[in-house]
């Protein structure tokens, strides 16, 4: 079985959902680069939401750490 993924204008629903996720990314590492994880988890969890994308408890973890130390984090999209 297989599936045609492309939607409008032949752009992929993953290429759609990586460059939402670097978008996010990349305004909480503007923003907080440098605070504290467990204050960026929280906002990691409700900026990710919005876009439909979640991370489990220990991905949210290491997502929050990197952006506090200013590390790249890879996402594993699916």
Do not use: C, W
Not at 53 to 60: I, Q, T
């Amino acid at each position: 079985m297989s599936f045609n993924m492309n939607i409008g204008g032949g752009q992929s629903i993953f290429a759609r959902a990586s460059t939402r996720v670097n978008d996010v990314d990349a305004e909480l590492r503007d923003k907080h680069t440098g605070k504290p994880a467990e204050d960026i988890k929280p906002l990691a969890i409700l900026a990710l939401r919005r876009i439909g994308v979640s991370l489990s408890d220990a991905e949210l973890v290491a997502y929050a750490h990197a952006v506090s130390s200013g590390e790249k984090y890879r996402f594993h999209l699916s």
